[in-house]
């Protein structure tokens, strides 16, 4: 099985960037991928195929990396792409990342390499993908992202790690959640 670690995001964020996504969707022309908006999440580290009979060490490892996570807040305001708007081959919303967000992340990722996992070569970068292209990007998409500026989130206090699933399926990857540890919240701090 595939899986992933991840954060997962409320209804109301999820709203506001896939009126954001639906938006880019409408006014390009590219031939994309987009991410259904139950999908939306902050990816902490891919893991790739997992053994089943890892779960149990993984959930461990979940919940002592957020027992000592601090809590923090995540801006998801910008649309952005991987490598660049010119190049794009992923489209995303993000925004800064916090030290929190790269010490949880950094912490994960020392644990999954304990555990076996081959080590990630780039640090973590907070952001949700909304689509996958396929082909060269819509010539107009930089002008456009540029027209809709900054996105009106409310910000994003995560609130646990989840370990995914993921199904590719040829009309887009499944997720089913394995497991889902809290983070302390704000108002515990």
């Not at 010119?86 to 994960?108: I, K, M, N, Y």
């Not at 998409?141 to 027209?147: I, K």
């Not at 994003?156 to 199904?167: G, K, Q, V």
């Not at 590719?168 to 089913?176: N, Q």
Request: aromatic share 6%; proline share 8%.
């Amino acid at each position: 099985m595939r899986t992933f670690f991840c954060l997962p995001l409320d209804h109301d964020v999820r709203s506001v960037l896939a009126r954001a996504a639906a938006q880019l969707r409408r006014e390009t022309r590219m031939a994309a991928s987009w991410v259904d908006p139950e999908n939306y999440h902050v990816t902490l580290r891919f893991l790739g195929e997992t053994n089943p009979h890892a779960i149990a060490d993984l959930e461990q490892l979940a919940s002592r990396v957020a027992a000592s996570c601090l809590p923090f807040t995540l801006r998801l305001h910008s649309i952005g792409a991987f490598p660049s708007l010119d190049r794009a081959r992923v489209l995303w919303v993000g925004g800064e990342t916090p030290e929190e967000f790269q010490t949880l992340a950094s912490t994960l990722e020392r644990g999954v390499v304990e555990l076996g996992f081959p080590a990630e070569p780039k640090p973590a970068v907070a952001h949700v993908t909304v689509a996958r292209l396929k082909g060269a990007p819509d010539p107009r998409l930089a002008n456009l992202v540029t027209a809709m500026g900054s996105l009106s989130t409310r910000d994003c206090d995560p609130y646990s790690i989840a370990l995914m699933e993921s199904e590719l399926t040829p009309k887009g990857a499944r997720y089913a959640p394995l497991f889902s540890v809290p983070i302390p919240s704000q108002k515990a701090a």
